[in-house]
């Protein structure tokens, strides 16, 4: 057999740039595959070691305040195996543009060997002391601090000099937000930082008590398990949150993040896969086929289909190998490039090198080769099944008789007709090249339709839900008409309105959560509630909306009444019912919303404010920001312009990695198209040489082409409008898990754009095509056997 | 009968990279209206290279050739096609149908190609012999069967000159009697040209005129006072 390898490898060579287009297209499958998971292989990786290395807590309770002599009674607790306690709260750090900024720092206590949720702290084997602080470094690299650099903090009215020693970080901060009230972090105003214990309880005049709880469970034990003992113990602390570790704001914006690119991992490369698959087949096929005489031959010389296939299995393991090894530099550079970005956003150490594993790799390259041989066996099926007379000749065609219609027959001309029947009598062969059109065509819509949708919601829920200018997130509650009357004393403030939010515990049919309770004045200039269709709803009076999110978690109904306990609106025992009236589809979020009527109906508690949210005159946001620098219960202030790039930023590894995806199937979609109209050309030399020669015109030639792939294009893009569908439910519904929700508005501007992308593919690939027909020599062609 | 064909100095040279091959040493024949024509010679004698110049599917070096009063040496790409188109009919050794169509379909797209046909596609089908076979296609056929749908597709044209390529090279003798006999009608019938390239020599015995190539140069040509029906010929 090794002459008929020889004549295999010749035959590669001569249709090397086939055999190029193969594994460029399996290269493009296993790059998005290897890429994705070089990327989430090493944010789990990095995220389990940081969890491990900080005994990262399984539950997390926050409370108003705990002797710290009490936390070792929550070991006593069935299920809990470790408790520790810390002492954390927000101060004003006086920057040297302060007369116009404000930015809090959220400290923590450290204490040496801490049981649960240690901080992480740079230089290593360094530990803060007396008046030291250690700043998260996203905050010191943004504020242009170095190690012995002074900063002023306010706390408790007192100014307060602090030496930045070095970096803090824990889990519980890779996304850090004020309150609920602002929904994106932004490591420039806000972010965490570490002191000494003893210090931080000096400087926040709270001595020997703790606020945030951390627990680690015993083996097999699980939240819900010990929630009701937990609960029962700390409700006299002034339980404000009780958490497991899913449901922590930091562990949840990585782990979402992660889990959502999962589900795309699982959509997006599977798709890239199969496809690459299928065309790796079509195309062994096609050049099988051309094989056919040959290998009908070499049976006849009495060789085995054993012997056959592993010739070709050979091809197949040498096209998969490339195909796999190939991109593998790339994919690693690309899949590192996201895991540092991300890893960067979320405040995450890398505290080991992920970026090379072995079996990962091996997995790329073992799923490139299956793929080769696979393709090649399946391609080989017919050919191996016939004998060695009917190898020698031509199958007999498998397509439909579809005799054209008569009316249609006067409407056409004969090139045309001549088209149209060799696409009823060749359906797959025209499939293919449809397919081939509909893949691209889908990705580039649903791709550019994700990033535009995603960022036209997050943008939207700065430009029509909260549509006042700067929100001001007030340190303590305020008396309501003193926090009215000090809106209306900012100078450059055209409107504004004094808000609340409450954090409650939501109990309905057995189950209980956590959420937030925004109070809003109905008609509010400055919020609303609006779905992700774009359907606004009034706060209601005689009970609550909620997000249909959080409602689902907590299996609650429209029309369920839930019961709602929170320390400051019910006390720590006191519970009210709440009839739930509607639940809104909101595309990120997890509140429920009540007028001031209904907080008075069904809380009795005196109006406050937490929130401000206030409408400046245009070019008044420094001065506003100045006034409000002067403000002592002022803890953060956030512009909603910035707020909304920020919310972008934090999806932005996804955006760019859809891009990325519409990208590749552009180039794979024009690869694809340009070898599998090629071949099937390629394939029909012999027919369009009998065509000429029966009096045929190039010109006229061409016209039976273009006529025949521009019927593909059209059922290219039909085929892709159910692909269309598929992928972009598929697409949202992976991005739901990261708390965010939204509708792909696919508008026909998306549709003109994969078309505008599609058509030069197409048209250049024609053009290329027709060139290859008129440099078709009459007298080989018609030489040889159809 | 006036000459319809004529070629006078018809050289024709292949170059491949530094290799030049000279098919055709300036030869000189003609062809008489309605004549049936055989060009015979061994193996790379030339004589394929002269159809596909009549034809006009080959460029020729130097020389000239003209069908009746049309210049072919000097007529370029759409010319040729037209020349093609409105003259000449072909049939080869490995028919060369399309694989996708029918019997009956194959000769209804050259009808569409030149819809003055006299003949309807059904017809032509009917005179070869495969009103049975009409709904197969190529695949399902034999090489004789392809053979006459070949023959059947090229008269549907009613071309003034039929060239036939080796057109029983791929076939059993009986059947190889079968082509030539409908090869001849045509000619006597409608009193159109047949040129008809083969290295048989019985073949000859049917022709009016038989022009013998040998390495590129024609050794002979002859012509037979008496030629043979196909029926007459011992095969």
């Not at chain 1, 034990?221 to 404000?240: H, M, P, Q, W």
């Not at chain 1, 195309?283 to 060789?303: P, Q, S, V």
């Not at chain 2, 048989?200 to 002979?220: H, L, P, Q, S, T």
Request: net charge negative.
């Amino acid at each position: 057999m090794k002459m008929f390898f020889k004549n295999v490898l010749r035959t590669i060579l001569k249709n090397k740039f086939s055999y190029i287009g193969v594994i460029l297209i399996l290269s493009m499958g296993i790059m998005v595959y290897v890429t994705m998971a070089e990327y989430l292989d090493g944010m789990q990786a990095a995220a389990d070691l940081y969890y491990e290395r900080t005994n990262f807590a399984d539950v997390f309770a926050v409370v108003e305040q705990m002797p710290e002599t009490d936390v070792a009674d929550l070991q006593a607790i069935e299920g809990v195996k470790e408790a520790a306690g810390r002492l954390e709260g927000d101060v004003r750090w006086l920057t040297e543009d302060s007369s116009d900024s404000i930015v809090s720092i959220h400290l923590m206590g450290w204490e040496e060997n801490a049981a649960v949720n240690r901080i992480y702290l740079w230089p290593e084997d360094s530990s803060p002391s007396g008046n030291e602080i250690y700043l998260s470094r996203a905050m010191a690299e943004a504020h242009g601090l170095e190690y012995g650099d002074t900063i002023t903090v306010i706390a408790g009215g007192r100014l307060q000099d602090l030496v930045y020693s070095g970096d803090a970080a824990t889990p519980e901060c890779m996304s850090i937000v004020p309150d609920s009230s602002v929904e994106a972090p932004d490591y420039t105003t806000y972010d965490m930082a570490a002191m000494e214990k003893g210090a931080l309880e000096k400087l926040l005049g709270r001595e020997h008590v703790v606020n945030h709880i951390g627990l680690t469970l015993q083996p097999g034990v699980t939240f819900s398990d010990i929630k009701y003992n937990i609960e029962a113990k700390l409700r006299e602390y002034g339980l404000y949150d009780l958490s497991a570790r899913k449901n922590n704001a930091g562990f949840y914006a990585v782990q979402s993040e992660i889990d959502s690119m999962r589900n795309i991992q699982k959509i997006i490369p599977t798709i890239f896969m199969a496809v690459s698959i299928f065309l790796l087949y079509v195309m062994l096929k096609k050049m099988i086929d051309k094989d056919r005489t040959l290998i009908g031959m070499m049976k006849a010389f009495g060789a085995t289909n054993r012997e056959i296939i592993s010739v070709y299995i050979m091809q197949g393991f040498i096209i998969g190998l490339l195909g796999g090894i190939l991109p593998i530099p790339a994919a690693e550079a690309a899949g590192n490039y996201l895991l540092v970005d991300d890893a960067l956003y979320y405040n995450l150490p890398l505290l080991e090198d992920f970026t090379f594993s072995v079996s990962r790799i091996a997995s790329g390259i073992g799923i490139s080769v299956f793929s080769g041989v696979l393709s090649i066996l399946i391609a080989m099926l017919d050919v191996l099944r016939i004998n060695p007379a009917d190898s020698m000749k031509s199958a007999v065609p498998g397509g439909f008789n579809i005799a054209i219609p008569p009316r249609l027959a006067t409407i056409l001309n004969t090139r045309q007709k001549i088209s149209l029947r060799s696409i009823f009598r060749a359906p797959l062969r025209n499939l293919i090249i449809a397919i081939a059109i509909a893949f691209p065509f889908s990705m580039i819509v649903v791709c550019s339709c994700f990033s535009e949708g995603i960022v036209d919601t997050l943008e939207g829920q700065y430009t029509l839900v909260e549509t006042g200018d700067l929100k001001v997130t007030l340190a303590e509650f305020a008396d309501k008409s003193r926090a009215e009357g000090a809106i209306r004393s900012l100078s450059g403030v055209t409107g504004g309105e004094a808000m609340a939010e409450y954090d409650i515990r939501i109990t309905a049919g057995g189950r209980s959560g956590y959420s937030s309770l925004k109070v809003v004045e109905p008609n509010s200039e400055c919020r609303k509630i609006m779905d992700n269709r774009g359907k606004f709803y009034e706060p209601p009076e005689d009970g609550i909306l909620m997000n249909a999110h959080a409602a689902r978690k907590l299996g609650i109904q429209a029309g369920d009444v839930i019961e709602i306990n929170s320390f400051r609106l019910t006390g720590e025992k006191g519970k009210a019912g709440v009839p739930v009236l509607g639940l809104v589809e909101e595309s990120s979020g997890g509140c429920c919303y009540i007028s001031p009527d209904g907080l008075r109906r069904y809380f009795a508690v005196p109006e406050a404010s937490n929130v401000l949210s206030l409408i400046v005159e245009d070019g008044a946001k420094a001065e506003v920001r100045q006034q409000l620098a002067g403000m002592k219960n002022v803890l953060f202030v956030s512009d909603n312009e910035q707020m909304a790039a920020l919310m972008v930023e934090a999806l932005s590894t996804l955006v760019v990695l859809m891009q990325g995806l519409a990208f590749f199937s552009v180039v794979a979609g024009a690869v694809m198209i340009y070898h599998i109209v090629n071949i099937s050309i390629i394939e029909r030399q012999n027919e369009f040489g009998t065509l000429m020669v029966l009096g045929m015109s190039s010109r006229e030639i061409d016209e039976v082409v273009t006529f025949e792939q521009t019927i593909n294009l059209v059922v290219g893009i039909l085929l892709a409008l159910p692909m269309i569908k598929f992928l972009s439910g598929a697409v949202v519904s992976a991005v739901e898990t990261s708390g965010i929700s939204f509708n792909i508005n696919i508008t026909p501007q998306y549709y003109l754009l994969a078309f505008a992308v599609i058509l030069p593919v197409f048209a250049i690939t024609i053009r290329s095509i027709l060139r290859l027909i008129r440099r078709i020599v009459l007298t080989e062609v018609l030489k040889g056997r159809e | 009968m006036k000459d319809i064909l004529s070629a006078r100095n018809l050289k024709k040279q292949f170059v491949n990279g530094e290799v030049v091959v000279e098919a055709l040493h300036s030869v000189d024949f003609s062809v008489k209206e309605g004549e049936f024509v055989v060009i015979l010679g061994p193996s790379g004698s030339g004589k394929s290279t002269a159809l596909n110049i009549i034809g006009g599917i080959e460029d020729i070096t130097s020389g000239e050739l003209f069908y009746d009063n049309i210049a072919i040496h000097e007529l370029g790409k759409s010319g040729l096609t037209a020349y093609r188109r409105k003259h000449v009919g072909f049939i080869f050794q490995f028919y060369n149908l399309m694989p996708n169509l029918s019997a009956l379909e194959n000769v209804q797209l050259a009808l569409e190609l030149s819809p003055e046909s006299p003949m309807s596609a059904e017809e032509l089908i009917r005179a070869v012999g495969l009103e049975d076979r009409a709904g197969n296609f190529p695949a399902q056929m034999s090489g004789g069967q392809q053979q006459r749908v070949a023959i059947a597709r090229a008269l549907c044209k009613n071309p003034d000159l039929l060239l036939c390529d080796e057109p029983t090279g791929a076939l059993d003798t009986k059947t190889g009697a079968d082509v030539i006999d409908l090869l001849q009608n045509f000619n006597r019938q409608y009193g159109k040209t047949v040129i008809a390239v083969t290295h048989n020599e019985k073949i000859a015995r049917v022709a009016d005129k038989v022009i013998c190539f040998r390495d590129g140069n024609i050794e002979d040509i002859r012509i037979n006072e008496h030629p043979l029906s196909a029926s007459e010929v011992d095969w």
